[in-house]
């Protein structure tokens, strides 16, 4: 990569890394091609090549899907540590449009899944720290990249690291447009459960049809619910939010269904806490005492804006934002180590039929974060 110059460095290890599949396989990637132990061997394989004396390791988060974690040289021990943080997994591939792993250059972008969530961040923070390779070991902060498992689903990759060190400041690698992500909202997944009894459709009040009590949690939901949660309020985030996503019940029209279940998406603000999720699984029990309730959480986020390092980014240009989405940096916040998230290109890609980044924001992203880095040297 010696002769590879910085602009056009981050867009060959774009290609490179959306080339090797990491699909997370829950749910239904849409390949056989899932985890994301390939990429962190790449990975692994990439950053000895490149840095004297970086300490690599692959540590098993599930099995076959480790993390890669890279620390480099110090001129001094104990300095605080700055970590940089992309995930290596995708999501789905199903529905798209493009060759997913084809890594295909036109119209000046970059097309695959990862493009934009988050393989292209972490092109241009790898493509940063290699221009920047000879300062490294002379900055403030000692530096750590770390490619995470899992953040698609579970963050279990997140949860590991965060456990396991402490940093002064972690960069979430995701798609802000070189604004940093300094509070986000949160998630809680429910899933929902009613049953009753079958019996033929011919003869139905001799049986329960559990369609019909899940019919009115999910009115209520709409009606009722969404208006409560609106009175959960941040000055940046807006208000707390509710969507129905799925529903499945019955097996057959002349069945009266002994089973429906549904899942629903809310969206949480800071403060929305245990006491929260006390008065909503009281709020969905007084409609329906027999609903069956099940959820995970995804937590907030909330990073003082006014750290010292948020003022470092800032004096080159980054702004703080906030997002309606989640990410692995309140993850490592709730461990004790601030966070935000930050990278090149823009959420409105992520995810799609037809993921790309722009040729441009890549190159914009890896200047964006040597700058950053050369304005921590100490000498």
Known sequence: MESIPLQHLATTLCQELIRI?????????????TGEERCAQWLSEWLRANFQGVEVTT????????????????????????????????????????????????????????ASDTKGPMASMLAALHAARDVLPFLSHEIWFAGLAG????????????????????????P????FVHTHKGSMFLTLTTRGIAVHSAKPEAGY?????????LTYIRDELSEWLKTFTHPVLGHSTVSVGTIRGGSKTNVVPDLCQSTVDIRLVPGQDADFE???ISRLRHVCPELEISFGRSLPLHTDPAHPLLNQLAR???????????????????????????GPGSIAQA?????????????????????????????
């Open 176 to 179: 802000t447009e070189l604004d």
């Open 59 to 114: 540590p098993e988060v599930l099995p076959g899907r480790p993390n890669v974690v890279a620390r480099f040289p110090a001129d001094a021990p104990h300095k605080p540590r700055l970590l940089f943080a992309p995930h290596t997994d995708t999501v789905s591939i199903v529905g798209m449009t493009i060759d997913p792993f084809g890594g295909e250059i036109r119209d000046a972008r970059v097309y695959g899944r990862g």
């Open 209 to 217: 049809n559990a369609i019909y009590p899940m019919a009115a949690v």
């Open 351 to 379: 995810h799609t039929k037809d993921e790309w980044i722009a040729l441009a924001d890549l190159e914009k992203g890896a200047a964006f974060f040597e700058a950053f880095l050369r304005s921590l040297q100490t000498r």
């Open 21 to 33: 599949p990491s699909v997370n396989p829950d749910d239904n990637p849409g390949t056989t091609h």
């Open 151 to 174: 953040e698609e689903a579970g963050q279990h990759g997140a949860h590991a690291l965060a456990a396991a060190e402490k940093f002064n400041l972690v960069i979430a690698g995701e």
């Open 278 to 280: 006390a008065a909503l």
């Open 316 to 342: 080159q240009g980054a702004h703080p934002v906030g997002a309606p989405w989640f990410c692995d940096a309140a993850v490592f916040a709730k461990h004790g180590s601030p966070a935000i998230a930050m």
